[in-house]
């Protein structure tokens, strides 16, 4: 039995997600709770697919101020666009491997991306399916 932080009701261990970083190798949150926070955070998904849809009609319907997006995000992140080019051009030349499934949660047939943690380092790149990526950067944020 463990007691959850958030909900402070006593559950079962397997009511607990794993986590490596603790010392009982249990979330604090049960799974329950765990579930709430993350729909409450990461909204709906169909929301996010009407947004992508929305964008994407945006970006072919003005190509003129879509590529001026793109010219004033090259730059303000020179290094990014750098770092980004320089693991397309590897994975290109086979110089660089790009596994099928993601490192951090193993889902596989699905888009992988790598994540830089260091932009100067433009070849040592995490694996990343999309949502474990934007994770990633809001927790960077």
Not at 68 to 75: F, I, N, P, Q
Not at 104 to 110: N, P
Request: aromatic fraction near 8%; hydrophobic fraction near 30%.
């Amino acid at each position: 039995m463990k007691l959850c932080k958030k909900c402070n009701q006593t559950k079962a261990v397997s009511g607990f997600g794993k986590n490596k970083g603790k010392k009982d190798g249990l979330n604090w949150w049960c799974k329950a709770c765990m579930a709430d926070y993350h729909r409450s955070r990461h909204g709906d998904k169909r929301v996010i697919k009407l947004l992508n849809a929305g964008r994407k009609r945006w970006q072919l319907s003005q190509p003129e101020a879509y590529k001026a997006y793109l010219d004033r995000y090259k730059s303000k992140h020179p290094d990014r666009v750098r770092a980004g080019n320089a693991v397309r051009g590897a994975v290109f030349r086979g110089t660089l491997d790009k596994p099928e499934s993601c490192l951090r949660c193993g889902a596989s047939g699905v888009r992988i991306e790598g994540h830089h943690h260091d932009y100067s380092k433009p070849l040592d790149v995490e694996w990343l399916c999309r949502p474990c990526h934007a994770a990633e950067h809001i927790h960077d944020r």
